[in-house]
T-cell receptor, first 112, second 118 residues
């Protein structure tokens, strides 16, 4: 297994369009996290899955954001009606029980 | 409320010297874990070191050690013998849980930018 994989690596979209990102965690990792990171800031928690269950969603997330993890494997993060303020790096991480979280390379979103 | 505080936005250290990066945290759960990650300019997040709240000894990994002071709720990272390649952003992170459940999430501090001077 080569680690956490995120697709696409870069996405440029027009304001108002919908975008979907995919994350493939390390096999058998039961925990999956989504974060958003803007330049010079720490990763900001968005949502967290344990297997297929979404256990928490940040209050910072508007209703335009939704995430799924069907069958407890890969996960998708969708942003509807994108806004310029959504421009950021979206990071996915996975972990097994209480071990460290391993990160993907991220998806850089630019909303124009 | 801010749960992880890193009070040093930027730090400089001379090559081959040691440097301490500060981290304080806040949690009411007795079971938690503390991590440090490095993020070079290339953007990937690299795990460095982990300390569990019940661990008696301070964690060490090569040139990295974690100075864990539980009563003060601090988990400072010490990098010995700094190298030019250590120049990066460093993030303190905490895994917090809910006692009696398997719930946990990992949250990050704002980071410290470390620059190693030749």
């Amino acid at each position: 297994d080569t680690g956490v994989s995120q697709d696409p690596r870069h996405k440029i979209t027009k304001r108002g369009q919908n975008v979907t990102f995919r994350c493939d965690p390390i096999s058998e990792h039961n925990r999956l996290y989504w974060y958003r990171q803007t330049l010079g800031q720490g990763p900001e928690f968005l949502t967290y899955f344990q297997n297929e269950a979404q256990l928490e969603k940040s209050r910072l997330l508007s209703d335009r954001f939704s995430a799924e993890r069907p069958k407890g494997s890969f996960s998708t993060l969708e942003i509807q009606r994108t806004e310029q303020g959504d421009s950021a790096m979206y990071l996915c991480a996975s972990s097994l029980f209480v071990a460290e979280a391993f990160f993907g390379q991220g998806t850089r979103l630019t909303v124009v | 409320a801010q749960k992880i505080t890193q009070t040093q936005p930027g730090m400089f250290v001379q090559e081959k010297e040691a440097v301490t990066l500060d981290c304080t945290y806040d949690t009411s759960d007795p079971s938690y874990g503390l991590f440090w990650y490095k993020q070079p300019s290339s953007g990937e997040m690299i795990f460095l070191i982990y300390q569990g709240s019940y661990d008696q000894q301070n964690a060490t990994e090569g040139r990295y050690s974690l100075n864990f002071q539980k009563a003060r709720k601090s988990a400072n990272l010490v990098i010995s013998a700094s190298q030019l390649g250590d120049s990066a952003m460093y993030f303190c992170a905490m895994r917090e849980g809910r006692e009696g459940t398997s719930y946990d999430k990992v949250i990050f501090g704002p980071g410290t930018s470390l620059s190693v001077i030749p």
